[in-house]
């Protein structure tokens, strides 16, 4: 058998789910490393400088997104079982609810829309398209509830996902500063805010603050999931 | 760990199964999050809270919840689509992101402090 010359090599594993699916998580723990090296900064975020790196080589390299997506479609999958997992943080969360539960379904009950329609009605003042408006409607969800909201009011998925993600770093740099200046020093109450406003990235940031801010953070994150999921389509469904 | 995921994608598949064969416009795994808290509470009932929140499901949930941020990377490269749409629209995304952001945590931390002190005789808060 003789050697695969260089050029035919690349145009084999180009296509192949092996070599995106490898540089995708290699890239991933690459960008946690430097993250980790910059003391958790939240704007040095792992899932964005992934984004920014695989875009970069895609472009480079002229691979279309289908082709990359034909290999990364393995990580992509995994969205659905890693958000039914939430069901569990929620779980051990049960406690908290119980000791807090007015204050709780309150401020999901007037956050949860109130994140949606500020983020599209300021985007429907600025003339944006139809297609970015619906996008941004899930914004403050966990990516995993996002995207499919995104899907089910005809908003684009791809686009969500970037959104998400800003917002949650944005959450993350601004509440700490946003907290002390406003002088509440009630960290259940931070840790929620944080978690409905910011899910994820913002939940992270409040387990650096403070334990309590963070299991608050984690359980807003999964109800404002569910709140969000079914409110949009009663918000929104009328565009589609 | 193959138990915890199979019951995973399980609560997932019924959840996509009730939402597509009801008509519910409510994502799939949204409905699995309930199936699979409503099952965590049962095992609790059942066999002591320990139990489910250190089993095989907890495990292999929270190894999914560890690498979160991984599960959007694909979805978000699509974004190399969509420099136009981003572009064309600059101006009122990053008004709409930051704004919102910021309405957002004062509001809801606003509505938390507001309900916790107006319920009486619950206020040792530190």
């Given at each position: 058998m003789t050697a695969t010359p260089p050029f035919d090599l690349w145009v084999y594993l180009a296509t192949s789910p092996l070599l995106w699916l490898t540089l995708t998580i290699g890239t991933f723990l690459a960008a946690q490393w430097v993250a980790k090296r910059s003391?958790?900064?939240?704007?040095?975020?792992p899932v964005l400088i992934t984004i920014v790196v695989m875009v970069l080589i895609l472009r480079l390299t002229g691979t279309s997104y289908d082709t990359y997506f034909d290999g990364a479609q393995f990580i992509h999958f995994l969205l659905g079982p890693a958000t039914v997992a939430l069901a569990v943080p929620l779980y051990r969360s049960r406690h908290l609810v119980k000791a807090k539960a007015l204050p709780i379904l309150a401020s999901l009950a007037i956050g949860a829309p109130f994140a949606m329609l500020s983020a599209t009605g300021i985007a429907v003042l600025l003339g944006a398209a139809p297609a970015i408006v619906l996008a941004l409607a899930?914004?403050?969800?966990t990516a995993g509830i996002a995207v499919g909201i995104a899907n089910q009011i005809g908003g684009e998925p791809a686009l969500t996902a970037v959104l998400v993600i800003a917002t949650g770093i944005l959450g993350a740099v601004i509440v700490t500063p946003l907290m002390n200046a406003l002088k509440i020093k009630d960290y259940a109450a931070r840790g929620f805010a944080a978690g409905l406003t910011s899910h994820g990235i913002g939940t992270a940031r409040a387990f650096q603050v403070n334990s309590v801010a963070g299991a608050f953070a984690g359980l807003a994150m999964a109800l404002n999931g569910l709140a969000t999921a079914f409110l949009a389509p009663l918000i929104f469904g009328l565009f589609t | 760990m193959l138990f915890g995921l199979f019951i995973l994608l399980a609560c997932q598949l019924a959840g996509e199964i009730i939402a597509r064969g009801l008509g519910l416009?409510?994502?799939g795994p949204v409905i699995g999050i309930v199936l699979l808290f409503a099952l965590l509470a049962l095992q609790g009932w059942r066999k002591g809270a320990a139990s489910a929140e250190t089993g095989p499901v907890a495990k292999s949930a929270d190894g999914l919840l560890a690498n979160l941020?991984?599960?959007f990377i694909p979805a978000g490269v699509g974004i190399s689509q969509h420099y136009q749409l981003i572009f064309d629209n600059g101006l009122a995304l990053v008004a709409a992101l930051v704004v919102s952001t910021v309405l957002t945590l004062m509001v809801a931390v606003g509505v938390f402090r507001l309900v916790s002190r107006l319920l009486p005789g619950e206020e040792p808060q530190p």
């Open positions: 003391g958790f900064h939240p704007v040095v975020n899930p914004k403050s969800v | 416009p409510i994502p941020g991984l599960v």
